[in-house]
Nanobody, 121 residues
Framework: QVQLVESGGGSVQAGGSLRLSCAAS??????MGWFRQAPGKEREGVAR????????DYADSVKGRFTISQDKAKNTMYLQMNNLKPEDTAMYYC????????????????WGQGTEVTVSS
């Protein structure tokens, strides 16, 4: 069955870095992305990548700080998060879809269980 598993979350001080990983049971998706959801807020897109071509997009709030990448041989997608801010605190989710792509949650059919990121000031 399709499975996405996130890892790499944790607690860091503002200005610190974390690298999130998303291991996929298959790597045949048109699109893969990272989303986050803070308590009381809607799930929002963080970054997305086209696995085939490798092109990517980012939310304005993370541009210049986060980098999405992939290792096709390992069926794994990554999110390098630098210069973390308290407002980055959220549950981060890996998502994938065979047909659509974008930074909108409803485009994605498959989701991981999430990994928590907490940034303290």
């Amino acid at each position: 069955q399709v499975q996405l598993v996130e890892s790499g979350g944790g607690s860091v001080q503002a200005g610190g870095s974390l690298r999130l990983s998303c291991a996929a049971s298959v790597y045949t998706y048109v699109c893969m992305g990272w989303f986050r959801q803070a308590p009381g807020k809607e799930r929002e897109g963080v970054a997305r990548i086209y696995p085939l071509g490798g092109s990517s997009d980012y939310a304005d709030s993370v541009k210049g700080r986060f980098t999405i990448s992939q290792d096709k041989a390992k069926n794994t997608m990554y999110l390098q998060m630098n210069n973390l801010k308290p407002e980055d605190t959220a549950m981060y989710y890996c998502a994938a879809d065979h047909f659509r792509c974008g930074l909108r949650p409803y485009f994605f059919s498959y989701w991981g269980q999430g990994t928590e990121v907490t940034v303290s000031s």
